[in-house]
């Protein structure tokens, strides 16, 4: 990830970028895929929050709940 100055301006693509790269990082340096996992919903989660309702955040969530897998699906 390249340096830049706090007053540039990203792009969507640009962050999507920095940010799977840095999960790649965190990958390689053995940190555990859960963990990653984790990081990368709560980042998009603070995203959405800036877009959505509170009602519509909470409906995501729940989506998420019931659709990851269960300790008992392993």
Known sequence: M???SKASVVSVEEAHEDILDLAGKML???TPPQMVCSC???VALRS???LMTKE???MLLDCLLYTSPS???S
């Open 48 to 50: 959405y929050m800036t």
């Open 40 to 42: 990368l919903i709560a």
């Open 71 to 73: 300790p008992r699906d």
């Open 56 to 58: 519509e955040v909470v």
């Open 28 to 30: 390689m340096k053995g």
């Open 2 to 4: 390249e340096e830049r």
